[in-house]
């Protein structure tokens, strides 16, 4: 059986709300002291809170998240790229989670909680609750696990 993808997809920019209500509101100070003392010079400060939103906009753009039938690839990086890849029957556990603001915009979290040693962690979040990530991945978590043959076993 061929490797399909099923979902790809990035974090929404309303992950970045807050950085920049606070970079435009730095940018309206700096612009009120530079115009009320007539510095004109302090208006190049301007740069810092424009390349910070910049920066922080380009982070979530540049992350990519792939659900295939049998793995998951997270691709980070602007220039230059790194990929981490989990196989779906390695996926311990699956945890949906809808902070208020997210919920109020109709976001959620997807954390997928792995027994893979580079990447235990992977949290797909501020995407569409629309999609249903989280019942896409469970579904196919289960495929993949039936079709190797494996358990998840808990040793206490």
Not at 109 to 128: A, C, M, R
Request: glycine content about 6%; overall charge positive; hydrophobic content about 45%.
């Amino acid at each position: 059986m061929a490797e399909e993808t099923l979902w790809t997809g990035s974090s929404s920019q309303l992950k970045n709300l807050g950085a920049f209500a606070g970079a435009t509101l730095a940018g309206l100070i700096i612009a009120v002291i530079a115009i009320y003392f007539k510095i004109h010079l302090l208006l190049l400060l301007l740069l810092i809170p424009t390349l910070y939103v910049l920066w922080k906009w380009l982070k979530v753009r540049a992350r990519e998240f792939r659900l295939t039938t049998e793995r998951i690839l997270v691709t980070d990086g602007l220039f230059s790229k790194t990929t981490d890849s989990t196989e779906l029957y390695r996926v311990k556990d699956l945890r949906m989670t809808q902070p208020f603001v997210s919920r109020l915009m109709g976001l959620e979290n997807v954390e997928l909680i792995t027994s893979d040693k580079s990447s235990p962690d992977i949290v797909i979040d501020f995407i569409p609750r629309s999609i249903q990530l989280g019942d896409k991945c469970r579904n196919q978590i289960e495929a993949c696990r039936q079709a190797k043959g494996t358990r998840e076993v808990e040793i206490e």
